[in-house]
């Protein structure tokens, strides 16, 4: 069984939907958990304190351990006072469940500079705010573990939701990086693309009860993308750089491919009709790698040009 027993882990946007849930299962693993959540609306607006503090009581009720944060990600001072809440009151921190958010539906071309920058300030820049201190925290102690929660929409186009899915594909190359500075320290991160009913799919779809009588909600009952969560982590996630999707138990591994394309001769000087000639090839999907970093593209090409980077 995978336990957290002697473990901490913060969970932010923990006092309701999946955050609350993915904090329970935690507790219920042994770890002490730090509930951040500022208790905002879906739309970012007000704060109310008592959303973190009954989800700590549920825990405690439990027999479980666990104290309330109730700071915004959206400021650096805000990212560093969670972190802070987990070393002050428990002396360590071994895990960072990065899930706070908030939602709005708006037409693209009706989207405003202050809608944009609200919502990456929330998942993107608040993401780094509170991986930024709990980082170092981790690199200290040699042992750390990221989830970060991206989504779909980010990953593949979500319409109407322009400023969020470029907020929620940020957040993969921000775990993409922490994943390869961090690895020498033990430090894991990857993401989780999670699909399952909460007050952000009731504004999406927009007619819940229609879907509710097709089956659609109870197959994406929120409990079913807990279980990729709390193993990646977990100290049995062992890898690192990876994205996963959850939907309806269903767990899949989510990656962006890189493929073998066409390369032009050397010296050739191509141009964008040798681009219409060969769009098959540089169009083609198989075969492809799947690039560790950047460094594994370039050197690819290099390889391929006969170049040997590393002898220079």
Not at 102 to 120: C, G, N, Q, V, Y
Request: hydrophobic share 45%; net charge negative.
């Amino acid at each position: 069984m995978i336990d957290f027993t002697d473990q901490v882990v913060i969970v932010t946007g923990a006092g309701r939907g999946l955050g609350r849930l993915y904090a329970l299962e935690l507790a219920r693993r042994g770890a002490s958990v730090v509930v951040n959540d500022l208790g905002g609306s879906m739309h970012g607006d007000g704060a109310d304190t008592a959303v973190a503090d009954t989800v700590v009581a549920e825990i405690e009720a439990a027999g479980g351990t666990a104290v309330a944060s109730h700071d915004s990600v959206d400021t650096p001072e805000g990212g560093e006072a969670i972190v802070a809440s987990a070393v002050e009151r428990f002396g360590r921190l071994d895990a960072v469940v990065s899930n706070a958010g908030i939602f709005t539906t708006i037409p693209f071309e009706e989207l405003s500079a202050d809608d944009w920058r609200r919502m990456l300030r929330v998942h993107l820049d608040g993401g780094f705010y509170l991986s930024h201190p709990a980082y170092r925290v981790m690199k200290s102690a040699g042992y750390g573990r990221f989830v970060f929660i991206s989504s779909s929409g980010g990953m593949f186009g979500q319409p109407l939701e322009a400023h969020y899915a470029a907020a929620k594909a940020g957040l993969v190359g921000l775990a993409n990086v922490i994943a390869i500075e961090g690895e020498p320290h033990g430090i894991r991160a990857n993401t989780v693309l999670p699909f399952g009913f909460s007050r952000m799919v009731t504004e999406t779809v927009g007619d819940p009860k229609g879907l509710e009588e097709t089956g659609f909600l109870k197959v994406i009952q929120p409990e079913l993308v807990v279980p990729i969560v709390v193993y990646l982590a977990s100290r049995a996630c062992g890898f690192t750089h990876q994205n996963y999707s959850a939907c309806a138990g269903r767990f899949a591994r989510v990656f962006v491919g890189l493929g073998e394309g066409w390369l032009a001769e050397p010296g050739s000087n191509p141009t964008a009709d040798d681009i219409a000639a060969h769009l098959p090839e540089v169009t083609a999907t198989e075969p492809f790698t799947v690039p560790a970093s950047i460094f594994d593209e370039v050197f690819g090409v290099c390889d391929r040009l006969g170049i040997d980077v590393f002898s220079q």
